[in-house]
């Protein structure tokens, strides 16, 4: 007999907790998806970055006006940082189907330790469309204001 998998909930946040987000997934954590995008913004960053369309994300602002929307290269989503500490938390992007984020799984408080190693992802060839139809595919939910 099959049990249901218990739903499971990682809190992140900036260095100094004015921003961060709480993220939803019934996927282990040792399943999860780790990308290291290889633009120059994440590879500045030292980001990695994980998402689940089955589950949800909430981005929260504990220090009214510390969120940070950043956009570049094809502007096609907002980057969330800290203005105080500068910590990049996620990204989401609005589209006609809906509001879609992901995580930097490096602002999570409690790192799983059996996380899989990051898959290098390069998405320079996508057009904004392209881009557009894929998050809306791989990305999360986002629940709330943003």
């Known amino acids: 007999m099959t049990t249901p998998q218990e739903s499971l909930q990682v809190i992140g946040a900036c260095h100094c907790g004015a921003i961060g987000y709480a993220y ?7 399943c999860w998806t780790i990308r290291a995008c290889q633009c120059s913004f994440c590879r500045a960053h030292g980001v990695l970055t994980t998402s689940d369309p089955s589950g949800s994300v909430e ?6 006006g510390e969120l940070k929307r950043y956009r570049f290269g094809q502007r096609t989503a907002d980057f969330l ?4 500490c500068g910590v990049y938390v996620g990204a989401v ?11 930097n799984i490096n602002a999570l408080k409690e790192c799983p330790a059996e996380l899989p190693a990051a898959v290098a992802a ?3 060839g996508e057009s904004a469309d392209q ?16």
């Not at 939803?24 to 040792?30: A, E, I, Y």
């Not at 992007?93 to 995580?103: L, M, Q």
């Open 24 to 30: 939803r997934t019934l996927v282990p954590p040792g």
């Open 59 to 64: 981005f929260f602002e504990h220090t009214a």
């Open 81 to 84: 940082l800290c203005r105080n």
């Open 93 to 103: 992007i609005d589209t006609a189907h809906g509001r879609f984020g992901i995580i």
């Open 122 to 124: 390069d998405y320079e």
């Open 131 to 146: 881009r557009i139809v894929r998050r809306e595919q791989r990305w999360t939910p986002v629940l709330g204001a943003v």
